[in-house]
């Protein structure tokens, strides 16, 4: 064994105890943000929920251009007119991000119209809502396209610019659902579990790109239109978060440079308990907290 790699093998665990310990202290001192001013962004599903708030607090931080993609005209418009207000410039453009060559139609459009896109935010998404059997094979397929793949081809277009000008990031907002499956959402589960390695596979790849980060968002039950009706058991100690806390952590977690955020922080203790529970006892806690039958009110958007 040569020196080097013997010195690799001593240095590896104090370079881990050292992140460790520098994330820790991190944690409790404030960070640093990086402004927002040059920054051009843009939100898939920007008209309504999350994303009608992700495009107010990147407004409100100081972006210089905000761009919002989505499919029903009325909603983008209202939020870029809002957008405006703000005194920030606001376009938007419809686009599904399930169809391939809309997306790089629409991509082209907005590097003509407005500019290279330095933060790519992936926010848009469906549930179907439904066990596999009760579930039409366009419908499983539709949320795989929208949710899953959708990222696949946005970030295609908008990375190698990125990549180019050594300057950009992609935001993926995640789902808790993605690490802790429930039933009658299997489709929207399966499509956010492969969108969430798609992000962790992006993010390790772009290693060694300087300038150029990722942030994934994994937020719990939030009260926009989307899960309308679910139904958890405690409400009082698990409620649903709100969509303008969930696009401030967001939007500071871009300007931290921060990989991923659970929401709320408690989350990280599913994710451990779900590594070594046996399955009985796991299957405890979501008859107890209700996520077992929390599906079966689900009315979904109206
Ligand atoms: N609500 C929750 O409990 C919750 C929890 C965790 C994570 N999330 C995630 O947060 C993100 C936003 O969800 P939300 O709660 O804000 O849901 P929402 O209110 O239903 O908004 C979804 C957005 O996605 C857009 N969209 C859907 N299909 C699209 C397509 N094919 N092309 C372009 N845009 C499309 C919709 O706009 P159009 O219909 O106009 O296209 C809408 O703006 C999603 O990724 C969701 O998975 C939500």
Request: aromatic letters at 10%; proline letters at 4%.
């Amino acid at each position: 064994m040569d020196f080097k790699c013997l010195s690799c093998i001593v240095f590896f665990p104090i370079h881990i105890v050292y992140y460790i310990l520098k994330a820790s202290v991190y944690l409790l001192l404030p960070s640093r943000r990086r402004t927002l001013i040059k920054e051009v962004v843009l939100i898939t599903g920007g008209g309504r929920g999350i994303g009608r708030h992700l495009a107010q607090e990147f407004a409100k931080q100081g972006a210089k251009k905000v761009i919002l993609w989505g499919r029903t005209e009325k909603c983008l418009k209202e939020t870029c007119e809002e957008i405006s207000q703000f005194g920030t410039e606001c376009h938007y453009f419809l686009c599904d991000v399930a169809n391939r060559e809309d997306v790089y139609k629409q991509a082209k459009v907005v590097r003509e119209k407005v500019g290279d896109v330095t933060i790519l935010v992936n926010n848009a998404a469906v549930v179907h809502g439904k066990s596999l059997m009760d579930s039409d094979d366009d419908c499983l397929l539709k949320s795989q396209h929208i949710n899953t793949m959708g990222q696949f081809w946005t970030t295609k277009a908008f990375l190698p610019r990125m990549l180019e000008l050594q300057h950009g990031h992609v935001v993926c907002i995640n789902s808790i659902l993605s690490q802790s499956p429930i039933p009658g959402a299997i489709d929207y589960c399966t499509s956010k579990a492969s969108s969430l390695a798609f992000m962790e596979s992006l993010t390790l790849g772009l290693l060694d790109c300087p300038g150029v980060g990722c942030t994934t968002v994994l937020p719990f039950h939030t009260n926009t239109e989307m899960f309308q009706g679910m139904r958890v058991r405690f409400p009082a100690l698990f409620p649903p978060l709100k969509p303008e806390t969930v696009a401030e952590r967001t939007v500071d977690a871009v300007r931290t440079n921060t990989a991923y955020v659970y929401m709320p922080w408690t989350m990280h203790a599913l994710v451990i308990l779900k590594s070594f529970m046996p399955q009985a006892a796991l299957e405890e806690i979501h008859k107890f907290s209700g996520s077992y039958t929390c599906m079966n009110t689900f009315k979904g958007r109206t």
